[in-house]
């Protein structure tokens, strides 16, 4: 799974060295958004869990952790980060909402919400394709696509 985390994360200075604002998490939360109702007009949605809520390390498959603090990630990656979803969550990732997470300073089993995906994924903008260019390069360079389609919405996800 690739998250591009290039304007998420906040920088500590103009050259592009991020702020040290502890470790970060991606994980598959395991309870689903909520709905109720019937038809477009009558739906009402909720969140599985809310910005900032603490969640138990229970209710979470966690996946790797971010490695924005790695020197000169930011510039190597294009603040693209590669998560592998084991192949056991694949399908609870496909199905669940994704989070970024932060450990609880005051319990080593709990982790806060930084960041939940958007109500059932939907506002998910999934490029086709990115191209990403440094500009202190001096030659010409044939461009590799490395592009790997994506749906829009959870359930048709593509894991790697």
């Not at 319990?107 to 440094?134: M, T, Y």
């Amino acid at each position: 799974m690739r998250l591009d985390l290039s304007n998420a994360l906040p920088l500590a200075d103009n050259i592009g060295a991020l702020s040290n604002i502890g470790v970060i998490r991606a994980a598959v939360l395991k309870t689903p958004d909520m709905g109720s109702g019937k038809g477009d007009s009558s739906r009402t949605v909720a969140p599985a869990v809310d910005e900032g809520a603490i969640v138990a390390d229970t209710a979470l498959v966690l996946l790797d952790e971010i490695p924005y603090q790695t020197p000169g990630w930011l510039a190597t990656s294009g603040g693209v980060a590669e998560i592998p979803v084991p192949a056991e969550s694949r399908e609870l990732a496909s199905e669940r909402p994704l989070a970024l997470i932060a450990p609880n300073p005051g319990s080593p089993k709990s982790w806060r919400i930084l960041i939940p995906e958007a109500i059932g994924g939907h506002f998910l903008r999934a490029e086709d394709f990115v191209r990403r260019l440094d500009a202190r390069q001096a030659k010409t360079r044939r461009a590799k696509d490395t592009s790997t389609r994506c749906a829009s919405a959870r359930g048709r996800r593509e894991f790697r």
